[in-house]
């Protein structure tokens, strides 16, 4: 198939590329929802008496999960009939973003058929995230070592050499997981990547990488429509199958274009969670060790149900926590400009 999209000017591939997902959204969504429910693909709650429930989360049993499969599937088609294929970049994003999709169901189906919160074994998702991982850092470092080179607000350019690849699959690793733990609650993860990703497509057309910034515009576009059934009360969760891949997709797109640490930035509320997580299993071990139990540093983790601990309602926490993430992304642009300035 002969992709035509980026033959068109600029502004004419990135509107249709926020076209199409988010047009796609509003007409599958309701179709995708109704055959969810018809599966029982119902959320697995954890236990409120584990102690990681709050209360009011008891009303979200039985919503359908593994409404992922719309975004990526719209992502991936919109990508697939009308972004520049030929593109190295772009390729590698997809590469990621098909094999954490594909485990991120897994995940889900397993939980599902289960009716349990476990679903494949933690070992297992690591080991088929590094596997893409090192597969997109290796081929691109392949077809361009200048690859290596990390911008450095303030500073320039820092070129990491061989040790690029072990430090992009960190980065790839590590934001999807984290992006994966922030989808705890309705419409939280979907906004949260919504701002990160229009942040990183500014920064690619600064960068002038346009296939990449078509491709986040479609990010962007499928979530939004997206959040459009997710917000709450949610009609369906993006499960696994999004938020793993989704992060994935932004960690690559962060290593195609040597913003890395800007990803840190841009991705700060993403960070703050699987901070949250680490902080509260670290200090629980710590703790039992000193005290001879274990004791928790938040009321709750990862941190959005903290503060859902501490009164916040569901909604209050998200739109903090959004209000937060585009603080973060604006800052994250300025020092994307600093960048700029140094190459």
């Known amino acids: 198939m002969i992709n035509f999209i980026y033959q068109l000017p600029v502004g004419a591939q990135l509107l249709l590329a926020l076209l199409v997902p988010f047009a796609g959204s509003m007409l599958i969504g309701p179709r995708l929802i109704a055959i969810l429910r018809a599966m029982k693909a119902g959320q697995p709650i954890r236990e409120a008496s584990k ?53 991120g169901f897994l995940d889900d189906w397993a939980k599902i058929t ?13 080991a088929l995230q590094a596997v893409a991982a090192l597969a997109c850092a290796g081929y691109l470092y392949y077809l361009d070592p200048t690859i290596s080179k990390v911008l450095v607000p303030f500073y320039g350019t820092l070129d990491l050499g061989y040790f690029f690849i072990p430090f992009a699959m960190l980065v790839i690793i590590g934001a999807s997981n984290a992006v994966n733990l922030t989808d705890g609650l309705d419409g939280l993860a979907s906004g949260c990547m919504v701002i990160a990703a229009m942040a ?103 941190v959005h149900h903290h503060f859902e601990k501490c009164g916040w309602s569901e909604t209050q926490v998200c739109v903090r926590f959004w209000i937060i993430a585009f603080f973060l992304a604006v800052a994250g642009l300025i020092l994307g400009a600093c960048c700029f300035l140094h190459l």
């Open 51 to 103: 102690g990681v429930l709050a209360p009011e989360h008891s009303a979200k049993v039985g919503t359908p999960t593994m409404g992922g499969l719309m975004i990526i599937g719209l992502i991936m088609l919109t990508s697939i009939l009308f972004l520049d294929m030929g593109n190295p970049k772009l390729q590698c994003c997809l590469l990621v973003m098909g094999v954490t999709a594909i485990l």
């Open 200 to 302: 990183f497509l500014s920064l690619c057309l600064a960068f002038q990488e346009v296939a990449l910034a078509n491709y986040l515009l479609c990010i962007a576009a499928a979530c939004l429509g997206f959040l459009w059934f997710n917000a709450h009360p949610a009609k369906v969760f993006m499960g696994d199958t999004g938020s793993l891949s989704l992060g994935g997709a932004l960690g690559t797109v962060a290593v195609c274009t040597h913003t890395e640490l800007l990803l840190v930035i841009i991705g700060g509320v993403f960070v703050a969670e699987a901070c949250s997580v680490m902080i509260q299993v670290g200090w629980f071990k710590v703790s039992r060790k000193l005290y001879g139990e274990g004791r928790r540093f938040f009321r709750m983790a990862p």
């Open 114 to 126: 289960k009716k349990s919160t476990d679903g494949v074994s933690g070992w297992f998702k690591i």
